[in-house]
């Protein structure tokens, strides 16, 4: 029969139907004969060996392409049988791990989950983590400033947003705000973002939502990575990357550099003594910059080593440094931040896909003045006022907070219908600020433990229920529970989600004790150690259609915040008014707050090489102690892209057209004026030609225009802006990646 087998032939090339590029790794076999399959070559071919001649049912499958099946008559001899395979109308189904802590696939995962992948942060190639995902979600907004980026989820902001790196509580930041730019977008795999209360699963924080950002493993044996931008205004970034993976050892060692110029929207200002004298002009000319230059670079280290099948350990140290320099005449100073993370993980794997996990964190974050002129600096304290002479390359160490984070969780499958998470947590944060705090020192303790259900009620409907309990040294314990439901109905996933949200007051609302000139008045600012913790109730419906070659659905939600901490104008104390203050504010739970809304989004594939895709966002934030609206909100955002695609042969181009839109912005101003910031839209053209003719190495060319149509808000500086984006800019980078060796198992 064997020898019978080999005269007998069937062989034959598989491609694109569309582009008819060759496809290597198909799978090809004939279903009625066992042991009687292969896959394509590198050149597309295939050959099997059927055991005799006949009619039978050739198949043939690929990962984004429809599977094909065909009758075939096999005679003796060769038999030469061309396949083209048509490629998948839908979307790869991803895995998420942000909405329940647990892995899913996107489309099973009880909450609703967002997904910013790897192709879409190289398809969008926008100059910060910013661009990519205001770019992508219609939902997320942020607000720039010189100091940082206010993110927003649906009305609400940093504040209330958490961000998480690996799962991980990203903290940290420049101008109180996470600094995004010490991640690299070239070092993303995908980004998951969860709307509304997370507190159950992430602790405090997590009112408005959850960004998760989780970076590349790579998995073949050697992998070496180049990615070079650059555009105008001195926009540099490069990123470099080296993994290894030999046996039971991980080792990914990367580089990140990123520079700016800055640039001006307008040299003018508003004359804060127009309003006492309106002979003098209304505007004055400034050296200051709504985006100044900086420079900055990260390094990081991680090793992965398995012990055993069972036991894994996981390593992560990383060191950030960046300098924001501000114009001379402008602001007689610089600002240095300096970080420093080291991480331990360990996991475990138990029977029937349970383990346990621990991981142990640690940040030392330093932010510094740095002054490279000669300047006589002025401090206030709660009982003294200090003059101090700096001398040009003098440092003076504004904060350094130190955070600790240990967590521990265990995954349990009870049944086939119960998955159990389990786990405990512990942080401290310890800030030191001298001049900037009541106390030299200051600290603030969290232990929480949490327990959540995921329960298969049927085969349609799952349910998913938690709760944390956690308690704080300074405002107590409090429970945060949590209640999700998915029901699928044919083409349609329903999801309803609530949850009960929670936030501590930072140590900066507690004894914040600064002086800062704003809107032409030195004001004193004040922390307050009697707030109460934040809280909310998050309620959403959204429902899902996926179909052949649409996807499309929206989240409905409402989000009422309770206590929510603001300032409050005080009386000015005597000695403080002859030090110049002319008013104080003080941190106090004066407001409630309530963001509704609406999310819609949806995909498109109108052919094989176009696919549309878009959303927009209707948000109603309201302060409801003031009546009035939340500042910085837009009410309407939207996001559309056009993406093309061509492949030839090995080596692929993409053609991407996509714009942001944004209403306009409220804001009341320190002196309880009332301003808004303006409407705009942006549009960008990108290109990305995928070139791979190398057999261990792979180049990626990009360039685009940002900005199209060149809008600049010129509004005067100290303008609440609208977008600090300088008009259209052009930019341009490569990608070079060799890999050597097949993936690891």
Same mark, same amino acid.
């Given at each position: 029969?064997?020898?019978?087998?080999?005269?007998?032939?069937?062989?034959?090339?598989?491609?694109?139907?569309?582009?008819?590029?060759?496809?290597?790794?198909?799978?090809?076999?004939?279903?009625?004969?066992?042991?009687?399959?292969?896959?394509?070559?590198?050149?597309?071919?295939?050959?099997?060996?059927?055991?005799?001649?006949?009619?039978?049912?050739?198949?043939?499958?690929?990962?984004?392409?429809?599977?094909?099946?065909?009758?075939?008559?096999?005679?003796?001899?060769?038999?030469?049988?061309?396949?083209?395979?048509?490629?998948?109308?839908?979307?790869?189904?991803?895995?998420?791990?942000?909405?329940?802590?647990?892995?899913?696939?996107?489309?099973?995962?009880?909450?609703?989950?967002?997904?910013?992948?790897?192709?879409?942060?190289?398809?969008?190639?926008?100059?910060?983590?910013?661009?990519?995902?205001?770019?992508?979600?219609?939902?997320?907004?942020?607000?720039?400033?010189?100091?940082?980026?206010?993110?927003?989820?649906?009305?609400?902001?940093?504040?209330?947003?958490?961000?998480?790196?690996?799962?991980?509580?990203?903290?940290?930041?420049?101008?109180?705000?996470?600094?995004?730019?010490?991640?690299?977008?070239?070092?993303?795999?995908?980004?998951?973002?969860?709307?509304?209360?997370?507190?159950?699963?992430?602790?405090?924080?997590?009112?408005?939502?959850?960004?998760?950002?989780?970076?590349?493993?790579?998995?073949?044996?050697?992998?070496?990575?180049?990615?070079?931008?650059?555009?105008?205004?001195?926009?540099?970034?490069?990123?470099?990357?080296?993994?290894?993976?030999?046996?039971?050892?991980?080792?990914?060692?990367?580089?990140?550099?990123?520079?700016?110029?800055?640039?001006?929207?307008?040299?003018?200002?508003?004359?804060?003594?127009?309003?006492?004298?309106?002979?003098?002009?209304?505007?004055?000319?400034?050296?200051?910059?709504?985006?100044?230059?900086?420079?900055?670079?990260?390094?990081?280290?991680?090793?992965?080593?398995?012990?055993?099948?069972?036991?894994?350990?996981?390593?992560?140290?990383?060191?950030?440094?960046?300098?924001?320099?501000?114009?001379?005449?402008?602001?007689?100073?610089?600002?240095?931040?300096?970080?420093?993370?080291?991480?331990?993980?360990?996991?475990?794997?138990?029977?029937?896909?349970?383990?346990?996990?621990?991981?142990?964190?640690?940040?030392?974050?330093?932010?510094?003045?740095?002054?490279?002129?000669?300047?006589?600096?002025?401090?206030?304290?709660?009982?003294?006022?200090?003059?101090?002479?700096?001398?040009?390359?003098?440092?003076?160490?504004?904060?350094?907070?130190?955070?600790?984070?240990?967590?521990?969780?265990?995954?349990?499958?009870?049944?086939?219908?119960?998955?159990?998470?389990?786990?405990?947590?512990?942080?401290?944060?310890?800030?030191?600020?001298?001049?900037?705090?009541?106390?030299?020192?200051?600290?603030?303790?969290?232990?929480?433990?949490?327990?959540?259900?995921?329960?298969?009620?049927?085969?349609?409907?799952?349910?998913?229920?938690?709760?944390?309990?956690?308690?704080?040294?300074?405002?107590?314990?409090?429970?945060?529970?949590?209640?999700?439901?998915?029901?699928?109905?044919?083409?349609?996933?329903?999801?309803?989600?609530?949850?009960?949200?929670?936030?501590?007051?930072?140590?900066?609302?507690?004894?914040?004790?600064?002086?800062?000139?704003?809107?032409?008045?030195?004001?004193?600012?004040?922390?307050?150690?009697?707030?109460?913790?934040?809280?909310?109730?998050?309620?959403?419906?959204?429902?899902?259609?996926?179909?052949?070659?649409?996807?499309?659905?929206?989240?409905?939600?409402?989000?009422?915040?309770?206590?929510?901490?603001?300032?409050?104008?005080?009386?000015?104390?005597?000695?403080?008014?002859?030090?110049?203050?002319? #008013?104080? !504010?003080?941190?106090? /739970?004066? +407001?409630?707050?309530? &963001?509704? @809304? %609406? *999310?819609?989004? $949806?995909? =498109?594939?109108?052919?094989?090489?176009?696919?549309?895709?878009?959303?927009?966002?209707?948000?109603?934030?309201?302060?409801?102690?003031?009546?009035?609206?939340?500042?910085?909100?837009?009410?309407?955002?939207?996001?559309?892209?056009?993406?093309?695609?061509?492949?030839?042969?090995?080596?692929?181009?993409?053609?991407?057209?996509?714009?942001?839109?944004?209403?306009?912005?409220?804001?009341?101003?320190?002196?309880?004026?009332?301003?808004?910031?303006?409407?705009?839209?942006?549009?960008?053209?990108?290109?990305?030609? #995928?070139? !791979?003719?190398?057999? /261990?190495? +792979?180049?990626?060319? &990009?360039? @685009? %225009? *940002?900005?199209? $149509?060149? =809008?600049?808000?010129?509004?005067?500086?100290?303008?609440?802006?609208?977008?600090?984006?300088?008009?259209?800019?052009?930019?341009?980078?490569?990608?070079?990646?060799?890999?050597?060796?097949?993936?690891?198992?």
């Amino acid at each position: 029969m064997t020898t019978y087998a080999q005269n007998i032939i069937l062989e034959g090339n598989v491609s694109c139907s569309g582009t008819q590029e060759v496809l290597p790794f198909a799978n090809v076999y004939i279903d009625s004969l066992y042991n009687t399959a292969t896959i394509t070559k590198k050149d597309g071919s295939y050959k099997l060996h059927p055991s005799s001649t006949g009619t039978y049912n050739l198949c043939v499958s690929h990962i984004g392409y429809e599977k094909f099946c065909t009758t075939v008559h096999v005679n003796k001899g060769i038999n030469h049988i061309d396949i083209t395979l048509s490629p998948s109308s839908y979307k790869m189904n991803p895995i998420v791990v942000t909405g329940t802590g647990t892995q899913h696939r996107v489309d099973d995962v009880p909450v609703q989950t967002e997904i910013i992948t790897q192709k879409d942060i190289q398809e969008i190639a926008g100059r910060n983590m910013e661009d990519i995902i205001s770019g992508i979600s219609s939902s997320v907004d942020f607000t720039s400033s010189s100091m940082g980026t206010n993110i927003k989820i649906n009305g609400l902001g940093a504040d209330y947003v958490l961000i998480l790196l690996n799962g991980k509580r990203l903290t940290g930041g420049v101008g109180g705000y996470t600094d995004l730019s010490r991640i690299s977008t070239d070092d993303i795999e995908q980004i998951e973002i969860v709307k509304g209360a997370s507190s159950t699963l992430y602790g405090s924080d997590a009112i408005a939502g959850v960004i998760n950002i989780i970076t590349k493993k790579e998995k073949k044996k050697t992998t070496i990575s180049n990615n070079t931008r650059m555009g105008e205004y001195g926009d540099f970034k490069q990123f470099n990357a080296f993994s290894y993976n030999k046996g039971a050892l991980s080792s990914k060692t990367t580089f990140s550099y990123q520079q700016i110029d800055g640039w001006q929207l307008n040299n003018m200002k508003y004359n804060p003594s127009w309003e006492s004298n309106h002979n003098l002009p209304f505007l004055v000319r400034t050296y200051d910059k709504p985006v100044n230059k900086s420079r900055g670079y990260t390094i990081t280290q991680n090793f992965d080593y398995h012990f055993s099948k069972k036991l894994q350990i996981h390593t992560h140290a990383s060191w950030y440094e960046k300098t924001l320099y501000f114009p001379f005449k402008g602001r007689m100073h610089n600002y240095y931040y300096n970080n420093q993370n080291a991480a331990l993980g360990v996991y475990y794997k138990l029977k029937n896909k349970n383990y346990m996990e621990l991981n142990i964190d640690y940040g030392n974050y330093l932010y510094y003045n740095e002054y490279p002129y000669k300047y006589n600096e002025t401090y206030i304290t709660n009982d003294d006022l200090i003059k101090v002479t700096y001398y040009p390359g003098d440092r003076f160490r504004n904060s350094a907070q130190r955070i600790i984070n240990a967590q521990f969780k265990t995954v349990v499958h009870m049944n086939s219908k119960n998955k159990l998470s389990m786990g405990a947590e512990l942080m401290s944060d310890k800030l030191e600020a001298k001049y900037r705090l009541t106390k030299p020192t200051v600290s603030a303790h969290t232990a929480s433990i949490y327990c959540q259900d995921e329960i298969k009620l049927t085969k349609k409907t799952v349910l998913v229920a938690g709760l944390r309990l956690l308690s704080h040294n300074i405002t107590g314990t409090s429970a945060t529970p949590k209640v999700s439901a998915m029901y699928k109905q044919s083409k349609i996933t329903h999801r309803v989600n609530y949850a009960y949200g929670f936030k501590s007051p930072t140590l900066k609302e507690l004894y914040y004790y600064y002086k800062s000139e704003r809107m032409g008045a030195l004001r004193l600012y004040l922390g307050n150690e009697e707030l109460k913790p934040q809280r909310s109730h998050y309620l959403s419906y959204a429902p899902e259609i996926k179909l052949k070659t649409i996807t499309t659905g929206f989240n409905v939600y409402h989000n009422r915040i309770y206590d929510k901490i603001d300032f409050e104008i005080i009386p000015t104390e005597y000695e403080h008014a002859r030090q110049g203050i002319e #008013e104080t !504010k003080m941190r106090y /739970n004066i +407001d409630n707050a309530r &963001t509704l @809304g %609406i *999310d819609y989004y $949806f995909s =498109y594939r109108i052919s094989h090489p176009i696919s549309l895709q878009g959303g927009y966002s209707y948000v109603d934030a309201k302060n409801m102690t003031e009546n009035i609206p939340l500042n910085g909100v837009s009410k309407h955002s939207a996001t559309l892209k056009v993406s093309w695609n061509k492949k030839c042969l090995k080596n692929k181009l993409n053609l991407l057209i996509s714009g942001v839109y944004k209403s306009e912005k409220f804001y009341l101003e320190e002196d309880l004026t009332k301003s808004y910031a303006k409407p705009y839209q942006l549009w960008k053209l990108t290109a990305n030609y #995928e070139y !791979k003719q190398f057999k /261990n190495m +792979d180049i990626t060319l &990009t360039s @685009g %225009i *940002d900005n199209i $149509f060149n =809008y600049v808000d010129d509004s005067p500086y100290g303008s609440h802006y609208g977008t600090l984006n300088p008009g259209r800019t052009l930019y341009a980078g490569i990608k070079i990646q060799f890999a050597k060796e097949k993936q690891t198992n």
